[in-house]
């Protein structure tokens, strides 16, 4: 398996210089008031669907930006959201 | 034996001699040879034994896939025949034989087959369970192939990486790739070629027909020398594809010569678009005896004849399915070589032209005919040939036997590129039914056969390849010659229209009188049989991909080529089913298997040294890897290191710390963020002061420790672990990205060298080289300062107790870090200075009770776990400390690992990190650290032990097992608080 990723700061480049960072799940919840179930469902849960997502990205082996691009990995590429 | 008159086509010097070894006999081949060719020409037949059957086995085919033609070379076992260049003085012998590969003493298998039926070994011996390892071992005795020679540690061969972008990557070096290859290399285009022979030219490099006034080989080097010349075509040679992955990265492998450098690399092109044009293979004919040395596909009796300049054989007989088989016969009859019948499976169709040529050379020519078995005991002596009906049955005399049932795309590249296939009854084989939008075909490979269609075809590749680049026709190319790319494509297309497209093909599978095809190999390198491919039918493992893994059928180093379409089509005849409905078997990357070796690449072991590693080593220092770097772990053959320790202790002793973390983080949301990641309250800082603390993750495991000091106005300046500092730039950008906070994080790891000087006379070295007030009430415990060295060299310095002694670590540019280390080392001779490494220290924190995250702490391992929650600001909801839920919720879990410090007890011995604590037969957890330490006179230790087994829980002490070399080992220890060294920490105050 192998693709590219447009990183915003260097263009296309390779995934292997990119660590993944999951599917985009919202800020950090506010923790007063947070229950365990809420807190382990935001840390621990992840949604990877075989069509279009938001996910993040981290640039280790470029400029060491997070970004947050769409991609579908059904096919690896980046595919904005279904409209 | 005499080589055939060098002619045009030939590839090797006859005139240079290279003497190699053959099963311990000498014998000679010529330069350029492979190790097949050279063989061969000095008439050894036997290559080696079958996998299964040990059924002799020869040269079937030169492209060097089947295990028939592995051998082993110098001791390397494995090497293909048919693709290594012969080098002077190799040793090369056979493979899966005991004795003589003409008379293996396990040929006797060959009778068993009645017994071995297909999915032997997944069904027999299983039952029952007992038995089963002792067939295993026999087993495994006889399967495999070739033996490693553990006498020679690891070859030694030189290898090499290669990482190339290409507008276009073309995928065979043959006639249309070249000409795809030239269409696109237009301005601004660069084109990578990959050619798996050690030449350009594909099949016209041997072929002698004149077509439009003009030899095909001419063509082909005409070809060829375009395409070396040009300035944005790079063509690799003797460089097979092994798969196209995602996005077009094509990979692949090259092997080398002397004037390369190395001798095989490992290559990955990524291009914006691929063509593939990669021609035919022959499929095999299935027909008993099919696998006897001197049956052959007829491309490899031409090149041996055509490139090699060797005789294949003496008289050939000919059981063929297509024009180039024929064409062959003619042109190696035409070499002298006496061609006693051509057998022809096609009833009509043949090449007129060809046909006569065969008549006029006196080859006889029987249409409608096709091998029924080849004769001989351990090489082909002679053949039967029948009509397809098996009515007529005729034999002949001869010692090869070129036989095809025709031939099929080689289509493993286009496969791993996501093409898809149809069978088609005009031409037989699994043709293109649908490319992705950037992968073109071109050549044989698309079905064609005219020498001009073929041409045009890679032409038109190359073309269509660069207007999809362009974003289409009517696009605006890039290009400033975007009229004539328009004309000629459109040119080009109507050109292709008129030239003769893929002619009909042979739908033959076996040959005449096949019996049960108990010895008709569809298979060679698993000895899979017809019988066999029946017995998957009726087990009912009746389509193809079912059958290839039931009964082995192309699983082995041959992969797709042998058997190829063949059990797509077996199973259709076996099961009756039209073969429109059937699905051929995936071919699978790699398509070639490249050594493991080369793929791993050349041996780099990239680490990092730091500036002061010239001088531990002359100062006796043994370097150890430690996560990205070399560092001294001892200085001298003790390795519990009692010298170094004691001087820490007594005198004073310089560690280089170097690899630590140091960041800067600065802007006016710095603080923002370290309030976010750091677990304790940093609005709590103080100038000039330490503020000690540590991270977790989202799961409240804690993950880093070490100090920030703060440095002006909203800047600070940290440290981490040596092994977070890589990581921890990531770190805290992902826990801050969506909050859009102001502040830049500076790595200065590498920047900055540290330096850490230990011991009760520590201050009296450091007084020596700088005229910083160092009284204890100036510059106290937990204070940072910035102090000038020397000539007034900046230090940050930072009087920290990792070592549980007063000591100083001093942070200073890498490039000043030698000189100040000197000046340290001559400052402190008087005192007894001396260096001690990470041994050391890691026994001296130790002794203190200073833990080491991943030593006393592991990936289950909260912060509350090890004793350090009083670094948790719990009230703080509103920085959302990363972790800090986690530990919320579980503070008052039961029955948790907890950090404990143990003393082993009187009489006990010296257990090892790691060993597990016990209580009967269940494991308590594990002891992280533990040495014997000089100063408190005992083994002392700390372990990660479930809660019940402390204080008031139910287990008295702690009971170590170790089980070392199978002798049980118990050792008792009490549970003592974790502060063994100078508890109140007067040492590190004073
Ligand atoms: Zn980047």
């Known amino acids: 398996m192998t693709f590219r990723l447009t990183c915003p700061v260097c263009g296309a480049r390779d995934v292997y210089e990119f660590r993944y960072g999951g599917p985009e799940r919202g800020m950090r919840p506010a923790q007063e008031d947070l229950s365990p179930e809420e807190h382990f469902r935001w840390t621990q849960f992840r949604t990877t669907r075989p069509a279009p997502q938001e996910e993040w990205w981290y640039h280790a082996a470029g400029c060491g930006v997070w970004f947050s691009t769409w991609r579908n990995p059904a096919t690896n590429r980046e595919e904005g959201p279904a409209t | ?990």
């Open chain 2, 1 to 990: 034996m005499r080589r055939l008159a060098p002619s045009p086509t030939t590839r090797v010097e006859v005139d240079r001699p290279v003497p190699f070894r053959w099963v311990g006999r000498s014998i000679e081949g010529c330069q350029g040879d492979t190790v097949a060719s050279a063989l061969w020409n000095a008439g050894v037949r036997t290559f080696g034994r079958s996998f299964e059957y040990h059924r002799p086995r020869g040269l079937f085919d030169l492209e060097g896939e089947g295990a028939s033609q592995l051998v082993a070379i110098d001791g390397l076992p494995n090497q293909s025949a048919g693709t290594t260049a012969l080098r002077a003085g190799m040793s090369v012998s056979a493979q899966n034989v005991s004795g003589d590969p003409r008379s293996d003493l396990y040929g006797v298998l060959d009778r068993f087959d009645r017994w071995m039926p297909a999915g032997f070994y997944y069904r027999r011996f299983h039952r029952p369970y007992r038995a089963w390892p002792f067939f295993q071992n026999r087993m495994r005795a006889l399967a495999g192939l070739g033996v490693l020679d553990t006498s020679s540690p690891h070859d030694d061969a030189r290898r090499s990486e290669l990482y190339l972008n290409a507008d276009v990557a073309v995928v065979g070096g043959g006639v249309s790739g070249m000409a795809a290859a030239l269409a696109a290399a237009r301005p601004g285009v660069r084109v990578c070629l990959f050619e798996r022979r050690p030449w350009l030219g594909g099949h016209m490099d041997w072929r002698v027909r004149e077509t439009r006034g003009e030899r095909l080989y001419e063509r082909a080097h005409g070809l060829a020398e375009e395409v070396a010349a040009h300035p944005h075509i790079r063509a690799l040679t003797a460089a097979p594809v092994t798969g196209i992955w995602g996005e077009n990265l094509v990979t692949g492998f090259q092997n080398g010569s002397d004037a390369d450098g190395f001798d095989e690399r490992h290559w990955e092109c990524r291009a914006r678009a691929v063509i593939v044009a990669t021609g035919t293979i022959e499929r095999p004919l299935v027909f008993n005896h099919n696998d006897r040395p001197g049956v052959m596909v007829s491309d490899t009796a031409w090149r041996l004849a055509r490139s090699y300049a060797v005789r294949p054989g003496m008289r050939a007989v000919f059981s063929v399915g297509d024009d180039l088989a024929l064409e062959a016969a003619v042109d190696l009859a035409s070499l002298g070589i006496d061609v006693a019948a051509v057998a022809d499976a096609r009833a009509d169709g043949a090449d007129p032209e060809l046909v006569a040529a065969l008549e006029r050379a006196g080859i006889e020519f029987l249409p409608g005919y096709a091998a029924s078995a080849a004769l001989g005991k351990h090489a082909v002596a002679g053949v039967t040939i029948a009509t397809l009906d098996g009515s007529d049955e005729r034999r002949f005399a001869c010692d090869l036997l070129v036989a095809n049932a025709g031939r099929q795309p080689d289509i493993g590249a286009l496969s791993s590129a996501g093409a898809r296939f149809r069978h088609s009854p005009h031409t037989h084989t699994f043709e293109i039914e649908s490319l992705p939008a950037d992968v073109f075909a071109a050549g044989r490979v698309t079905g064609l056969v005219d020498a001009e269609a073929i041409e045009t075809s890679g032409r038109r590749a190359g073309l269509e390849a660069f207007v999809h680049l362009a974003g289409g026709l009517g696009a605006a190319f890039p290009s400033t010659d975007e009229p004539s790319v328009y004309a000629e494509l459109t040119k080009i297309r109507a050109y292709s229209s008129e030239l003769p497209g893929p002619p009909a093909g042979c739908g033959i599978l076996h040959g005449p009188n096949l019996g049960s095809g108990r010895k008709a190999f569809l298979d060679f390198d698993e000895d899979g049989t017809w019988k066999n491919a029946v017995q998957c039918a009726e087990q009912g493992f009746d389509v193809p991909e079912l059958a290839k893994r039931f009964g082995n059928f192309g699983l082995g180093p041959g992969q797709y080529r042998v058997p190829g379409q063949n059990v797509a089509m077996a199973m259709a005849q076996i099961t009756g089913t039209a073969i429109e409905e059937i699905r051929c078997t995936t071919v699978r990357p790699p398509l070639i298997a490249p050594k493991l070796a080369t793929v791993a690449g050349p041996n780099h072991d990239s680490y990092k040294r730091t500036p002061l590693h010239d001088d531990q080593a002359s100062r006796g220092g043994v370097f150890r890897r430690a996560g990205a770097w070399q560092r001294a772990r001892y200085f001298s053959d003790d390795h519990t290191c009692r010298a170094e320790i004691r001087n820490v202790r007594e005198n004073v002793g310089l560690l280089d710390s170097s690899p630590l973390g140091k960041f800067r983080i600065y802007g006016p949301d710095a603080i923002h963020a370290l309030q976010r990641v750091y677990i304790s309250d940093m609005t709590k800082m103080k100038p000039g002061r330490c503020k000690y603390s540590a991270m977790c993750n989202d799961t409240g495991n804690i993950i880093d420790d070490g100090v920030v000091v703060p440095m002006g106005r909203d800047d600070y300046y940290f440290t981490t672990s040596s092994n977070r500092a890589a990581s921890t730039v990531e770190w805290f950008r992902y826990h801050t990205r969506y909050d859009g906070w102001n502040y830049n994080l500076v790595n200065l790891t590498d920047t900055l060298a540290s330096i850490n000087l230990a011991g009760p006379r520590a201050r009296d070295v450091l007084r020596k080289v700088t005229d910083a007030d160092l009284s204890n009430q100036a510059f106290p415990y937990i204070g940072y300062r910035e102090i000038a060295v020397g000539d007034g060299i900046a230090a940050r310095c930072m009087r920290l107790g990792f070592v549980g002694e007063l000591s100083y670590e001093l942070h200073v540019g890498a490039s000043h870090a030698p000189h100040v280390w000197d000046l340290l080392w001559s400052a402190g001779e008087e005192f007894g200075i001396q260096p001690f490494g990470l041994e050391a220290q890691n026994a001296l924190r130790a002794e203190k009770g200073h833990v080491i995250i991943g030593a006393e702490s592991e990936q289950r391992v909260t912060l509350l776990d090890i004793g350090m929650g009083w670094l948790w600001s719990r009230e703080d909801t509103a920085s959302k400390k990363v972790g800090a839920p986690a530990l919320r919720a579980c503070q008052d879990q039961p029955n948790r690992m907890k950090l404990v410090g143990f003393r082993v007890d009187e009489g006990g011995g010296s257990p090892q990190d790691g060993a597990i604590v016990v209580d009967g037969d269940d494991i308590l957890g594990f002891v992280c650290t533990t040495r014997y330490s000089e100063a408190l006179g005992w083994q002392f230790g700390m372990a990660l032990v479930k809660e019940r087994a402390i204080g008031d829980g139910d287990v008295a002490g702690l009971e170590i097992y170790e089980n070392l070399g199978g002798r049980p080992r118990r050792t008792r220890a009490t549970i003592v608080p974790p502060h063994f060294y100078d508890p109140d920490g007067t040492r590190l105050r004073s």
